[in-house]
């Protein structure tokens, strides 16, 4: 069974940086292709960042330009840096990892980043 657990969101200042971890069980990240969605009060979940198993990194709207994702093969985890925080960076951060060879995805239960202005 896979489970994945996010870590690290809380309430931030606007302009500060912060780090959002995921760590997976019962499946690796690097065979998977991983990432991170986000969904705001009212909003819909879309897309923060991406990265499959051949390291390709690709970021949606809501990402671009002040987000970064990255792996730890060792630790098998996902993280995921914002830097430059703003106010509508406040949603609930969802990771995920795909299996493309059973095409199963597969979510954590999300971690609340809140930004004060």
């Known amino acids: 069974q896979v489970q994945l657990v996010e870590s690290g969101g809380g309430l931030v200042q606007a302009g500060d940086s912060l780090r959002l971890t995921c760590a997976a069980s019962?499946?690796?990240?690097?065979?998977?292709?991983a990432g991170w969605y986000r969904q705001a009060p009212g909003g819909q979940r879309e897309l923060v960042a991406t990265?499959?198993?051949?390291?390709?990194?690709s970021y949606g709207a809501a990402g671009k330009g002040r987000v970064t994702i990255y792996r730890d093969n060792d630790k098998n985890t996902v993280g995921l840096q914002i830097s430059e925080a703003k106010p509508e960076d406040t949603a609930v951060y969802y990771c995920?990892?795909?299996?493309?060879?059973?095409?199963?995805?597969?979510w954590g239960q999300g971690t609340q980043v809140t930004v004060s202005s």
């Open positions: 995920y990892l795909y299996r493309r060879w059973t095409d199963d995805t597969f």
């Open positions: 019962g499946s690796k990240f690097d065979i998977s292709t």
């Open positions: 990265q499959t198993a051949g390291d390709i990194r």
